[in-house]
């Protein structure tokens, strides 16, 4: 056992940052205005950009949480994953090519076409505020554990890593994103990827003694519930459609995960992307599910007892600095970082696009799109410093675990968004004055849920959707007010693409 992060170690770990702050600046080699701030000049492979859609959404809450929970308690949250074969087919069948036939700029460009520009800007205040969270939470996730096990002030490291990301990200505009994204995910898969396989070596009896240790505790899903009459309650079936609702709505209405999709017109690179992503994101999720076991077993075997409880979020960061060889650590380390700034970047891009396209452009038509882009530059620069002063607020916070932390989140503010897009794409009738009540009685629903109920965090994105669905179509027939999607010429909806083929 080494213990402590040694000279070595800190020389990679920072090497890596400087060089992913390079690569950022390098890729925009000429600059970026306009629609190619926002959208990229079509240069990027569609393989690259999968995986930056698989960094963005797997971030340090996958590397530490995914390995902590499996660790300290068992695989039941590995139901999540499923909740892609929800969220894969949804996307690609329903919504995509409608998204590619109107050619969006943003994603909430389409809640403008279909009802109007109030629900547009109101979908990207909410999409922003919920950024600002969730970057927060990135950055002061590998920030607590990387000053835990190396005694760096938790301040410092928020402040370098947002840094080098708000720097690039400022600078380069998507494609600068996009390139360093993919960096990021390469690194985060082939760390998880080595760490098994040093524990895989460290345990006597290898993965068969992994198995068999793990089933005889009970570390996998045996004592699981699948499924509750009580949908509101926790069981494997409400983590499963709760999260496959979640990422379902993180792809068709979250700014970050659409603005990739529209970097290219082209459907079928459009369902390569998301098909790759999902293999990506489910092959990687159980790694380190496993690694979490494999870890239980290994200091079990090592001191015959559990280590010492604590945060979840922190064990694989200390077995990275404490059982594996000096500068191998720095590589994993990076790893978190890698994870933190890849949805880092993103967001702030997104946050930009969304503010600079949905609100400022629609408040104050005309500006051109040098002006346009200064003012991202301005927005990513701001927003990038907000999220560094509130993760700092963070790192002082209790939080136990930051990946149900961050679900509640996504299923609230997400499934309210993705609750009125699907009404959008998948109903005619739905009219502007309908949508807008429905997307307002949610709003009242998801909050009461969310704060006044005991229930399930896991429902949230199945309550948000039923209740748009319901609300917005009934406030839709009370309200008069022709729906635009009615008229079939506009190809607002799944319907009209369907009847084109």
């Known amino acids: 056992m080494r213990g402590t992060f040694e000279v070595i170690d800190y020389i990679i770990l920072f090497a890596y940052l400087l060089f992913i702050l390079y690569i950022g600046i390098a890729v925009a080699k000429k600059e970026m205005k306009g629609k190619e701030f926002f959208k990229g000049d079509g240069t990027v492979p569609w393989w690259v950009t999968s995986v930056s859609l698989f960094a963005?959404?797997?971030?340090?809450?996958?590397?530490?949480?995914l390995a902590g929970t499996s660790y300290g308690d068992t695989w039941h949250l590995w139901a999540a994953q499923f909740g892609l074969l929800?969220?894969?087919?949804?996307?690609?069948?329903?919504?995509?090519?409608?998204?590619?036939?109107?050619?969006?700029?943003?994603?909430?460009?389409?809640?403008?076409?279909?009802f109007d520009k109030n629900l547009r800007m109101i979908a990207s205040i909410l999409f922003i505020i919920y950024q600002l969270g969730r970057m927060s939470i990135i950055m002061y996730l590998p920030a607590i554990a990387l000053s835990a096990v190396t005694g760096i002030n938790t301040v410092l490291i928020i402040l370098f890593m947002g840094g080098i990301a708000t720097i690039y990200s400022s600078i380069g505009g998507i494609n600068s994103v996009l390139w360093t994204d993919f960096i990021q995910g390469v690194v985060l898969i082939g760390g998880g990827i080595f760490a098994l396989i040093v524990l895989i070596?460290?345990?006597?009896?290898?993965?068969?003694?992994?198995?068999?240790?793990?089933?005889?505790?009970?570390?996998?899903?045996?004592?699981?519930?699948?499924?509750?009459?009580?949908?509101?309650?926790?069981?494997?079936?409400?983590?499963?459609?709760?999260?496959?609702?979640?990422?379902?709505?993180?792809?068709?209405?979250?700014?970050?995960?659409?603005?990739?999709?529209?970097?290219?017109?082209?459907?079928?690179?459009?369902?390569?992307?998301?098909?790759?992503?999902?293999?990506?994101?489910?092959?990687?999720?159980?790694?380190?599910?496993?690694?979490?076991?494999?870890?239980?077993?290994?200091?079990?075997?090592?001191?015959?007892?559990?280590?010492?409880?604590?945060?979840?979020?922190?064990?694989?960061?200390?077995?990275?600095?404490?059982?594996?060889?000096?500068?191998?650590?720095?590589?994993?380390?990076?790893?978190?970082?890698?994870?933190?700034?890849?949805?880092?970047?993103?967001?702030?891009?997104?946050?930009?696009?969304?503010?600079?396209?949905?609100?400022q452009k629609v408040l104050t038509p005309g500006i051109s799109d040098e002006k346009g882009t200064k003012i991202a530059k301005y927005v990513?620069?701001?927003?990038?410093?907000?999220?560094?002063?509130?993760?700092?607020?963070?790192?002082?916070?209790?939080?136990?675990?930051?990946?149900?932390?961050?679900?509640?989140?996504?299923?609230?503010?997400?499934?309210?968004?993705?609750?009125?897009?699907?009404?959008?794409?998948?109903?005619?009738k739905a009219n502007s004055k309908g949508a807008l009540a429905g997307f307002i009685a949610t709003s009242i629903i998801a909050v009461y849920v969310s704060y006044f109920t005991d229930t399930t965090l896991w429902a949230y994105s199945l309550i948000n959707l039923v209740a748009s669905l319901v609300f917005g179509y009934v406030f839709s027939l009370l309200f008069s007010g022709k729906s635009k999607a009615e008229n079939d010429s506009l190809e607002l909806t799944f319907y009209d693409q369907r009847s084109k083929e």
Do not use: C, H
Request: charge should be negative; avoid cysteine; proline fraction near 3%.
């Open 56 to 65: 963005t959404l797997l971030s340090p809450i996958s590397f530490l949480s």
């Open 86 to 114: 929800i969220a894969v087919p949804v996307a690609m069948y329903f919504f995509l090519p409608v998204y590619r036939n109107l050619n969006l700029d943003t994603a909430y460009e389409y809640l403008e076409r279909r």
């Open 201 to 359: 070596v460290s345990v006597e009896g290898g993965v068969p003694e992994i198995f068999q240790m793990g089933i005889a505790d009970n570390k996998f899903l045996s004592e699981a519930v699948i499924f509750d009459p009580n949908i509101l309650n926790d069981s494997l079936f409400i983590i499963f459609l709760g999260a496959g609702l979640s990422t379902a709505f993180s792809y068709i209405s979250s700014q970050d995960m659409v603005q990739r999709y529209l970097t290219t017109n082209d459907l079928k690179q459009m369902k390569k992307m998301t098909v790759f992503n999902g293999v990506l994101s489910f092959g990687t999720a159980t790694l380190f599910f496993f690694i979490g076991t494999a870890m239980y077993v290994f200091y079990t075997q090592q001191m015959g007892q559990d280590i010492p409880s604590g945060n979840s979020d922190l064990i694989f960061a200390n077995f990275i600095v404490s059982e594996l060889p000096a500068g191998i650590s720095g590589l994993l380390i990076a790893g978190l970082f890698a994870a933190g700034q890849s949805t880092l970047s993103t967001g702030l891009n997104s946050v930009a696009t969304s503010w600079t396209l949905d609100i």
């Open 380 to 428: 990513s620069i701001l927003v990038g410093v907000f999220s560094i002063v509130f993760a700092i607020v963070l790192a002082y916070s209790d939080i136990s675990s930051a990946y149900e932390w961050f679900n509640g989140l996504m299923g609230l503010v997400l499934g309210i968004i993705g609750g009125t897009f699907t009404l959008g794409v998948m109903t005619k």
